[in-house]
């Protein structure tokens, strides 16, 4: 008989090696649910309805800051960072300290802009370019979505 430890590490394999995101086992008293990172898609349980997420308005400039572009895409100077995973956004990279970053500061590449928390475990961000911080899109503490965008940066 194998031990729960090479169950789980067999079950891991196959995932890998066909593809899989998401597994669910019961034999017996072993149970375990496997899911791959960044594979959070929100599901329901049979006889539940999911409502859909309201839309959130986007934060208004700050008084005598110059309006940003409506869409990056019209400007080919901006580069949004995104949220790599599903998580919580910080800012800080504890409640007492400074954010790490601010709308002007400078970047480089592979600069630390943000954490973002994931199942207990602390993700840093980084910068994916050489620049300066155009915009802030997220408050500290909310929740981020995989794909949803973070920052705005200026190249330069």
Known sequence: MTTSIEKISALLAMMKDNDIV?????????SVALRKQGAFAPTAMPGMTM??????A???????A??????PADDPGLIQIKSPIVG??????SPEAPPFVQE?????KDSIVCIIEAM??????RAEADGKIERVLVESG?????????????KG
């Open 22 to 30: 998401e597994l669910e086992l019961e034999e017996g008293e072993f």
């Open 51 to 56: 409502a859909a997420p309201m839309p959130v």
């Open 58 to 64: 986007a934060p208004a400039p700050a008084a005598g």
């Open 66 to 71: 110059p309006a940003p572009a409506e869409n």
């Open 88 to 93: 919580t956004f910080y800012r800080t990279p």
């Open 104 to 108: 002007g500061d400078a970047v480089k």
């Open 120 to 125: 207990k475990i602390m993700n840093e961000i």
């Open 142 to 154: 909310e929740p981020v979505e995989y794909g949803q965008p973070l920052f705005l940066i200026r």
